[in-house]
């Protein structure tokens, strides 16, 4: 009777011992899913970034009340409030190009309202500009309306001197909108960068995360060839 040991256990070149680590093919296909996962969202991002910023600034400005200067102009405010008068010294009003250049002029500008009482025009407490396609503005006077209703604006050059046309537009806090706009497009953009980078991160991490085997059960078909 003989006994023999078979300790060769039919592993190929190049296979990996038992109680060894090796990288996970799991791991890797996950990974991949995870970097076209972020490849996605950050086009997404970029998509919505665009459209919605574009698409918000495109009506902005649409509702201002636009009057061409110098003369007498009458116009309606729809509610009381803080107003802003602007120089659009590049502006387009039904149709007409203006460019009078960016200094508004010796110009005397009286502001009356529905009740025919005088209107204060004072200064603005920050510098506040835009430009927007053909429009490019700055402001020049804030205003208190104390009721809704028809407000008649006064506006001609000192002395009586000729002048360029030009255009005063008046809005109610359009710049606050303008850079909640702006910021609340950056914001979109940023999240989903940040989710990106997130799943790039985790990507990376997944593919390298090591894979152990677990050694062979001693007991198990091949470890002992038998008796004879």
Not at 31 to 55: K, N, S, Y
Not at 91 to 112: H, P, R
Not at 132 to 155: C, D, I, K, R
Not at 161 to 180: H, M, N, Q, R, Y
Request: overall charge negative; cysteine-free; aromatic content about 10%.
């Amino acid at each position: 009777m003989s006994y023999y040991q078979n300790n060769d256990m039919g592993m190929s070149p190049g296979a990996l011992e038992p109680g060894t680590l090796g990288t996970s093919g799991d791991g890797r296909s996950s990974g991949m899913i995870f970097f076209l996962m972020a490849g996605l969202i950050l086009a997404m991002g970029i998509g919505l970034f665009v459209f919605f910023l574009i698409r918000s600034i495109s009506g902005m400005g649409d509702d201002m009340v636009r009057l061409v200067v110098p003369g007498e102009r009458t116009f309606r405010l729809e509610e009381p409030g803080s107003y802003t008068v602007f120089h659009e010294y590049r502006s387009v009003v039904d149709g007409k190009v203006y460019s009078s250049g960016a200094q508004l002029g010796s110009m005397n500008i009286t502001l009356t309202g529905p009740s025919g009482e005088n209107v204060p025009l004072g200064p603005l407490m920050s510098n506040q500009t835009y430009n927007m396609g053909s429009t490019s503005a700055y402001g020049v006077f804030s205003f208190s309306a104390g009721q809704a209703g028809e407000y008649h604006l006064s506006a001609f050059y000192q002395g009586g001197e000729e002048g360029p046309e030009t255009v005063l537009a008046i809005d109610k806090g359009f710049v606050t909108d303008l850079l909640i706009t702006i910021f609340s497009s950056i914001g979109i953009l940023f999240l989903t960068v940040f989710v990106s980078v997130a799943l790039i991160v985790l990507a990376v991490v997944r593919g390298r995360r090591p894979r152990r085997v677990l050694p062979m059960s001693q007991s198990g078909p091949g470890q002992y060839g038998g008796f004879g």
